[in-house]
Each structure stands twice: as structure tokens, then as C-alpha cells.
């Protein structure tokens, strides 16, 4: 970090502060912005928050608006930097707080599991021909792995 941005972060004020760390919360955990990815309806969320909202709910929506993903999610590196100047404290503690509450790789493997068998739930309650199935099951498998 430059002078001149020491200089603008030492400027601003504690009630200033207050007001950005409550602009900078993430709408799934409410908590500061932890690793931000923006989606392509600019709503921002923390990376961890949404790859487990991505495999509980197996949608590829956005959790505020509901618009669907068409594209990949873009990691916002910008607002990332912004938070880990403003609030170096609260970064620290939000990265142990995600390291402890990660699941372990056989509860992400318990997920995807579990969202494979509601994709074929779907597939046979809906009697639809199998080109439109498989193209919804192979979008979830591509946005699912980009968040990863």
C-alpha cells in the first residue's frame, strides 16, 4: 500500500467506517465480504457463502434476485482489496471463521451427492425430453465447478 492510501484510510472516520462495513456485507451471511464474487446481475456475495448456497439449493440463480447465472462468476479483486485495508481485523477473523465452519471433503461429497439425486428427482417427475434435462444437468455441473 502507497502513501496516499495510507493517507485517504487514516482520513476516515469511525462512523465513515461503519457505514461502508454495513455496504460491504454479504446478503447470505451478513457478515463483511469475505473473498467477494460478483455475478453477472451485480449482486456480491463471499465465495465460500455462495459455492455452499450453489450446492445445497443446486441453483444457478442469484440468492438476492433470483436471475439466473448465465455467466461465470467473477471474482472481485478490487472490492477485495478495499476490505483488507479498511478492515484487516475483521478479514482475520472472518478467514479462521470460514476455515473452522468449511465442510470437510466428505460433507462437500455428501452435498453433491445429494444434488445429483435431486437433478434426477427432477428428470423423471418432469417426463421432459432428454435434451433439455441433459442440458440442465450439465449447466449445473459447469457452474458448480466454476465456483471451485
Known amino acids: 500500500m502507497n502513501s496516499s492510501e495510507n493517507n485517504i484510510i487514516n482520513t476516515i472516520?469511525?462512523?465513515?467506517?461503519?457505514?461502508?462495513?454495513?455496504?460491504?456485507?454479504?446478503?447470505?451471511?451478513s457478515k463483511i465480504l469475505y473473498q467477494p464474487i460478483t455475478l453477472h446481475c451485480q449482486e456480491t456475495f463471499c465465495k465460500p457463502c455462495l459455492k455452499i448456497y450453489t450446492m445445497k439449493t443446486s441453483k444457478q440463480d442469484c440468492p438476492k434476485c433470483h436471475k439466473p447465472a448465465f455467466y461465470q462468476?467473477?471474482?472481485n479483486f478490487k472490492l477485495w482489496d478495499l476490505i483488507n485495508k479498511l478492515f484487516p481485523d475483521v478479514v482475520k477473523a472472518r478467514e479462521e471463521e470460514i476455515k473452522k465452519s468449511t465442510p470437510k471433503l466428505s460433507q462437500i461429497e455428501?452435498?453433491?451427492?445429494?444434488?445429483?439425486k435431486n437433478n434426477w428427482r427432477e428428470i423423471i417427475n418432469k417426463k421432459t425430453n432428454n435434451n433439455?434435462?441433459?442440458?440442465?444437468?450439465?449447466?449445473?455441473?459447469?457452474?458448480?465447478?466454476?465456483?471451485?
Open 110 to 116: 455428501e452435498i453433491k451427492e445429494e444434488i445429483i
Open 73 to 75: 462468476p467473477i471474482n
Open 13 to 29: 472516520s469511525n462512523q465513515q467506517k461503519g457505514k461502508i462495513y454495513n455496504i460491504l456485507k454479504c446478503h447470505l451471511c
Open 132 to 148: 433439455t434435462t441433459s442440458t440442465h444437468l450439465l449447466d449445473n455441473q459447469i457452474f458448480i465447478e466454476q465456483l471451485f
